[in-house]
């Protein structure tokens, strides 16, 4: 019954920013490790960045310093706030709720949100 619905996704100029929401139900979420996924056209779904029930993050070296992960336990939500944007950045994006113990290990998804970077 764990449900994870993204929001937030669109169409933006290289440089700008945009700010990806996931809301989780279903499970206690505040002790759940999140995570964001993408998958660009004619790429592998790759990490983007992960967040544990405690707070302590994980990024992928292509977007770190510029991408921020984090988590609203009171609105059993996380986010991934994605600034200076890059046509490469360009892909669908997933909300992971990761396997207990596993923090590096979707156990669900949800259905995706696309961002397109614009050059």
């Known amino acids: 019954q764990v449900q994870l619905v993204e929001s937030g996704g669109g169409l933006v100029q290289a440089g700008g920013s945009l700010r990806l929401s996931c809301a989780a139900s279903?499970?206690?979420?505040?002790?759940?490790?999140m995570g964001w996924y993408r998958q660009a056209p004619g790429k592998q779904r790759e990490l983007v960045a992960t967040?544990?029930?405690?707070?302590?993050?994980n990024y992928a070296d292509s977007v770190k310093g510029r991408f921020t992960i984090s988590r609203d336990n009171a609105k059993n939500t996380v986010y991934l706030q994605m600034n200076s944007l890059k046509p490469e950045d360009t892909a669908v994006y997933y909300c992971?709720?990761?396997?207990?113990?596993?923090?590096?290990?979707?156990?669900?998804w949800g259905q995706g949100t696309q961002v397109t970077v614009s050059s």
């Open positions: 992971t709720q990761q396997r207990r113990g596993y923090p590096g290990t979707p156990e669900y």
């Open positions: 279903g499970s206690i979420f505040s002790i759940k490790a």
């Open positions: 967040i544990t029930g405690g707070g302590s993050t």
